[in-house]
């Protein structure tokens, strides 16, 4: 590639080009978004997760309880066989694994629900912070 070629594509892509950088503005992203200068921050997704979090603890709850209804009706009587040992056997591994799991998703709800709360006070002592620092008006203009 010649030399005067190379110094015409970098002129045309210079007059392409229409971004220019600024310190204090982000390209909104396509599709919404707050623009320039703005802090976002919604707790929506950390909220949905510490209902799920509830919602699989109840759902746990429930089948716990099935499991231990269904055990408490196999048949008296039998319990010599194998298959009521290996039934025991199998229901004491699930019912610790359930108890577990539901102790896990009950601690894990309020942990959730705090982390929204905290990134909300976050964003708005850094939208604060970032508010009281002093910017000339030439470089919010992009001058």
Known sequence: MAWEEWEQLKSEAARRSSAKMGLDHVAPEPGG????????HTDGPWT?????AGTLRTGLN????????????AP??????????ALTEVHTSWDERLTAVGRECG???P?????????GEVD??????????HV???????Q
């Open 111 to 119: 942990k959730l629900t705090d982390v929204a709360a905290i990134m």
């Open 48 to 52: 949905h997760a510490a209902a799920v």
């Open 62 to 73: 429930t089948a716990k309880r099935d499991l231990d209804i269904a055990v408490g009706k």
């Open 136 to 142: 000339p008006s030439a470089w919010k203009e992009g």
């Open 76 to 85: 008296t009587g039998v319990e010599g066989l194998t298959s009521l040992s």
């Open 33 to 40: 978004g707050g623009g320039p200068g703005t802090l976002n």
């Open 107 to 109: 601690s894990l709800g």
């Open 124 to 133: 708005t002592d850094t939208g604060a912070q970032s508010d009281a620092v």
